[in-house]
């Protein structure tokens, strides 16, 4: 079951929102025609569309990478557009968790301070960063794989060190883009499972995929197409209204299996 916790104010919400690159030139494009969301402290949210649709360039403004042409974005209760960049920036490192499909951890650190990274530019003592991100490591399963570099970590590995710095700060929001694009099936399934278990914990996991196996895995489903968000689906563990494989080895390595039913 879902840790939702009942909470009048979401940890997201856009309103209008709207994002439109060139505008009133004849190259004009409308890479986000007016998108409402919320999402409550304790989701896990996908948000899934094909290339061009927009889920892209919604990860960036809910990530506070980029700004609206129009619309208000609240993250975690605060008014995004209300802040400086000093401002916009804290808030960037303190509320939100990024991880993404490509790691980007720095090679010639070790796993331990890859995650402990993070809490070097909010001023924690070095005592202090390393005893969390080892907390961290733990977390994720790595408890005895923090002195190793990424070289000499698996994918799988890799990418849990990176959901640890992404948990690091304790951030309101976990925001994975395409995080099992560059694993194999089983793996892949490891960390959406990993996910969901830190949902389970609390965590706002906010998934950005194209794959609808990938998005089974979240309690529900945001689709958008051309700007605009059609649909929203309701995905019970199992029954997500999308079609799946018959069995694993009928599975691509290039997709992941739905979930099971619990």
């Not at 961290?136 to 994918?155: I, K, M, Q, Y």
């Not at 710095?165 to 929001?173: D, Q």
């Not at 694993?183 to 609390?202: C, K, N, Q, W």
Request: net charge negative; proline share 5%; charged share 25%.
């Amino acid at each position: 079951m879902s840790a939702v916790v009942a909470d009048a104010t979401p940890v997201i919400e856009t309103r209008a929102l709207r994002k439109v690159y060139a505008e009133g030139s004849e190259a004009e494009v409308v890479a986000l025609a007016g998108v409402d969301l919320r999402i409550a402290r304790g989701e896990f949210v996908a948000i899934m569309g094909p290339s061009g649709s927009g889920k892209s360039t919604l990860m960036n403004l809910i990530g506070c990478l980029d700004t609206p042409t129009s619309g208000q974005y609240l993250c975690d209760g605060v008014d995004v557009a209300t802040l400086d960049r000093e401002q916009s920036a804290i808030l960037r490192r303190d509320k939100i968790g990024f991880v993404f499909q490509g790691f980007n951890l720095l090679s010639r650190m070790t796993a331990a301070d890859n995650v402990a990274m993070p809490l070097g530019y909010a001023g924690v003592p070095p005592a202090e960063r390393r005893r969390l991100a080892l907390e961290a490591l733990a977390e994720v399963g790595l408890a005895d794989r923090t002195a190793h570099r990424p070289s000499e970590l698996s994918g799988g590995q890799q990418q849990r060190v990176a959901i640890a710095r992404a948990l690091i700060n304790r951030p309101a929001i976990l925001l994975a883009d395409e995080p099992t694009g560059a694993l194999d099936s089983r793996t892949g399934e490891e960390i959406l499972a990993l996910f969901r278990r830190l949902r389970d914990e609390g965590h706002t996991v906010v998934l950005i995929t194209h794959d609808p196996e990938v998005a089974a895995y979240a309690d529900r489903t945001c689709v958008m197409r051309d700007g605009e968000m059609h649909e929203e689906r309701g995905l019970g563990i199992g029954d997500s209204g999308f079609e799946t494989a018959p069995d694993a080895a009928a599975v691509s390595h290039s997709s992941i299996p739905a979930p099971r039913p619990r």
